[in-house]
């Protein structure tokens, strides 16, 4: 974008912004110390002298919003939403770390543990591993409800380290999946009544039909819980419950969540000879390369924008007018990192069920 | 004026009134040694000490319960 002085402005059609006004408005300007037009323009009206609607319109939403996947691997998703606003952007990443719900430890019964890690300290450990269990098959337990095969996975832990042996690491493999509940018995305060365990399954969680495919256990074997001396030993039973981030971390899906805007940078004036290898040399995340244009004469141009982390090194100090590094305010670069309960593609559109069942919610509400 | 006399030498009175179990079947409690790790059956009135090795410092054991923890 050069300047012009305000007289010498070419006439533009109506409906059209100038290329300066419409700069402002799609793009954040990162200068050398502080970015600039990061406000979003959101009033319909905005430019109405201008003869621009700035109104947003369902319809061309609908024509314009693109999703598209650049990786996506086991437990990782990066994609570009194109054409969407900030809010909404930020709703699905909050949703994501908050109330995407996954099964997580959330009970501890201690038989026995006589190693050195309290059994406070060790509870706590437990209810962080990731489980590999889909939670869309699982139901919430609430506070009056009896533990059952519809809400709770339960988990038994044996180990003890021999007498005059080395020290035993117990890794999260030690948890071994109880199909049919609780195998401890509860005390009940009538020595002739029957006594009752601790969950009151019905059937064999193994024999339902959507879990008898895919057995349930923990998504890493190899996770350090605690290390037990000669002669220590740990018995104890584990329930995993459904639960949201928002209650505790542990139920995060998600190891984090976010996005950055698509990173432009433009060269204004051409940069040549050393100059032109100055600037590669200059930016960390090499965003620029070194083009031949013939006679002997080199040129830089821009190959990587999307490796640009916008470290302000390339217009710090001499050469700052040449380039512009801006941000495009309506695309977001997304990544998704599991924790494995669900692949990250999944947990994305879980997201977006969640925010389509809370619109639903307040237009119930309002009418 | 101090006319709440400390009763610093009534303290053994309690003891001879209470009830003192005539029982002696009673049941020992099994305390764990600190150094060998031994289980040593202690009655009220035996003395805090090893019976293996002498040493004075006992463990009282876990209970048998099972105790629920939140694992937060």
């Known amino acids: ?128 591993l990731p489980i590999e269990a889909d939670p869309r098959l699982f139901d919430f337990l609430s506070e009056n409800d009896t533990p059952n095969e519809r809400n709770t996975i339960v988990f038994k832990m044996e180990v003890h380290c021999k007498k005059r042996g080395p020290r035993l690491t117990v890794k999260s493999d030690q948890l071994k999946w109880l199909p049919n509940g609780s195998e401890l018995l509860m005390e009940s305060p009538n020595p002739s009544t029957k006594p009752r365990s601790f969950t009151s399954f019905s059937c064999s969680q193994a024999s339902l039909p959507q879990i008898s495919g895919r057995p349930i256990g923990m998504k890493h074997l190899d996770i ?10 740990i018995e104890l039973e584990a329930h995993a419950v459904k639960g949201t981030g928002k209650v505790h971390a542990k139920w995060s899906p998600v190891g984090t969540t976010w996005y950055r805007m698509l990173p432009e940078v433009k060269l204004l004036k051409e940069v ?13 995340r090499k965003v620029f390369d070194v083009e031949d244009v013939g006679h002997a004469m080199k040129k830089a141009v821009v190959s990587r924008p999307r490796d640009c982390t916008l470290c302000r090194e390339c217009i710090s100090g001499a050469g700052e007018e040449n380039i512009a590094l801006r941000r495009v305010r309506d695309h977001f670069i997304f990544t998704v990192e599991s924790t494995g309960a669900l692949p990250a593609e999944v947990l994305f559109t879980e997201a977006v069920k969640i925010l389509e069942e809370k619109c639903e919610r307040v237009i119930s509400e309002l009418s | 004026m101090d006319s709440q006399p400390e009763p610093k030498d009534s303290q053994p009175k309690p003891k001879d009134s209470q009830p003192e179990p005539k029982d002696s079947q009673l049941e020992p409690v099994i305390y764990i040694c600190g150094d060998c790790r031994k289980e040593i059956p202690v009655k009220p009135g035996d003395a805090v000490q090893c019976r293996e090795c002498g040493y004075r410092i006992l463990y009282k054991k876990r209970t048998s319960r099972i105790i629920q923890y939140e694992a937060r």
């Open chain 1, 272 to 284: 040549r000879g050393n100059d032109a290898e100055k600037l590669v040399k200059k930016c960390p």
């Open chain 1, 1 to 128: 974008m050069s300047e012009t002085a305000s007289l010498n402005m070419q006439d533009i059609p109506q409906g059209q912004l100038p290329e300066h006004i419409e700069l402002q408005r799609a793009r954040v300007f990162c200068k050398a110390d502080a970015p600039v037009h990061t406000e979003d323009v959101e009033y319909s009206g905005a430019y109405a002298a201008v003869g621009f609607d700035n109104s947003l319109q369902v319809d061309d939403f609908r024509r314009d919003f693109r999703v598209e996947i650049k990786n996506l691997s086991m437990d990782d998703i990066e994609f570009d939403m194109i054409g969407i606003d900030a809010s909404l952007a930020n709703a699905f990443r909050r949703i994501l770390i908050a109330e995407v719900p996954t099964m997580a430890i959330e009970k501890v019964l201690i038989v026995n543990n006589t190693s050195v890690m309290a059994d406070e300290i060790l509870s706590h450990r437990l209810g962080l």
């Open chain 1, 224 to 233: 350090i819980i605690t290390q037990l001396g000669p002669g220590q030993s």
